[in-house]
Structure formats: C-alpha cells, structure tokens
C-alpha cells in the first residue's frame, strides 16, 4: 500500500510560480515512476509530467513543456513539480499518481491540490 499527500496548491497570477510537492510512503519510493496529472473543471484528468526510476529521465506534456519541472528526493520519499510561466489554463486539480507491480498493477493516487492562475 502506498499513500501520496500533496502540498503547495494555491492561488496566483498569471506568470508567477508554484512548487508542488508529494511525499509518498512505503520503503520503494526509489524504485516508483513517479507522475503529475491534472484536472480541470469540465475536463478528463490528462497528463502532466513523469520521473522514471530506472536512469532519471523525466516526460512531460507538450502544454507544459519548458515551464513546468519534476524532480525527486529519494532520500524524503517526495517528488515535486516546479510551475513556472503559470498560465490561466493551467488552473486545475494536481494529482500525485505512482503504481506498483504485485502479481499485478496496483494504482495509487493522492488527495489532490488546487491550483488557481488568475488572469
């Protein structure tokens, strides 16, 4: 079981930055690909930005590309994800998500945070 408990949602303006963070529990953190989703109002959850495991590399949406920056700490079990340039449409639910393979998929989600651009 795995448990993710986001922080560092809230409200600013248009061009200004957020740091998102998830700490997660369980003694595997450094062997999880790590995610960001988002999710709007009206909208389906899309995906924001990933951090492999295996050789650090990281994915990232083309909406978000060259603005936003996920990076772990092994060491506290927490992965964060640096919003830069904030745009309006970026205002959404940020979801921390990881899964884990025992005899199948486990998935895991957290809580959420809100985060609001104003325009």
């Known amino acids: 079981q795995v448990q993710l408990v986001e922080s560092g949602g809230g409200l600013v303006q248009a061009g200004g930055s957020l740091r998102l963070s998830c700490a997660a529990s369980?003694?595997?953190?450094?062997?999880?690909?790590m995610y960001w989703y988002r999710q709007a109002p009206g909208k389906e959850r899309e995906f924001v930005a990933q951090s492999r495991w295996s050789g650090g590399s990281t994915t990232y949406a083309d909406s978000v590309k060259g603005r936003f920056t996920i990076s772990r700490d092994n060491a506290k079990n927490t992965v964060y994800l640096q919003m830069n340039s904030l745009k309006p449409e970026d205002t959404a639910i940020y979801y921390c998500h990881t899964r884990e393979y025992r005899s199948r998929w486990y998935e895991y989600w957290g809580q959420g945070t809100q985060v609001t651009v104003s325009s």
């Open positions: 369980g003694r595997a953190f450094s062997r999880y690909d």
